[in-house]
């Protein structure tokens, strides 16, 4: 049996959205073994989870050690660093609902994450595609702060 046809099995069993969607932005077709097919699609949607949690931690919280860090959180206003708080918010709460999802081993808990997270995704992916587009304008900018250089020796 595909992947896919897994999946469909799931899908009309819990309602889940559609393969095409899911598979697309959680690549599930990549997964090799259909046994635990939504404990896998989780930890998928856990890892780009993650991914945006973590670079969205850096714009709260850069790391002096990295240039990186400072300049992008430079780029952001006090009103949009609190907009980045809110959505990080919204972040850490579906995440640790995973975090509960993976830890109860349940299949219905695990389909209704799926759901949830899927349905939020595509708003995830628009603020997000706005803040990266604001992180890489701001490498395009003239710095306008300036960088004292001291001993590096």
């Given at each position: 049996m595909?992947?896919?046809d897994a999946?469909?099995?799931l899908?009309?069993?819990?309602?889940?959205?559609a393969?095409?969607?899911?598979?697309?932005d959680f690549?599930?077709?990549?997964?090799?073994?259909?046994?635990f097919?939504l404990?896998?699609?989780n930890?998928?949607?856990?890892?780009?989870?993650?991914?945006?949690?973590?670079?969205?931690?850096?714009?709260l919280?850069p790391d002096?050690?990295?240039?990186?860090?400072?300049?992008?959180f430079?780029?952001f206003?006090?009103?949009?660093?609190?907009?980045l708080?809110d959505?990080?918010c919204k972040?850490m709460?579906?995440?640790?609902?995973?975090?509960y999802?993976?830890?109860?081993g349940?299949?219905?808990k695990?389909?209704d994450?799926?759901?949830e997270?899927?349905?939020?995704w595509?708003?995830?992916?628009?603020?997000?595609k706005?803040?990266?587009?604001k992180?890489?304008?701001?490498w395009?900018e003239?710095?306008?702060?300036k960088?004292?250089l001291?001993?590096?020796?």
């Open positions: 595909t992947i896919e999946y469909e099995k899908r009309k069993k819990y309602s889940l959205p393969f095409k969607g899911v598979d697309r690549s599930v077709s990549a997964i090799e073994n259909e046994r097919l404990r896998e699609i930890a998928n949607m856990m890892e780009k989870l993650e991914l945006v949690i973590a670079l969205i931690t850096e714009l919280q002096t050690n990295n240039v990186a860090s400072i300049h992008e430079r780029a206003d006090e009103k949009e660093k609190k907009e708080y959505f990080y972040l709460t579906l995440h640790r609902k995973g975090v999802v993976s830890i109860s349940e299949e219905k695990e389909a994450f799926l759901k997270l899927h349905s939020d595509g708003q995830i992916k628009s603020k997000m706005g803040i990266v587009s992180m890489e304008t701001s395009k003239e710095a306008t702060y960088t004292e001291g001993y590096l020796g």
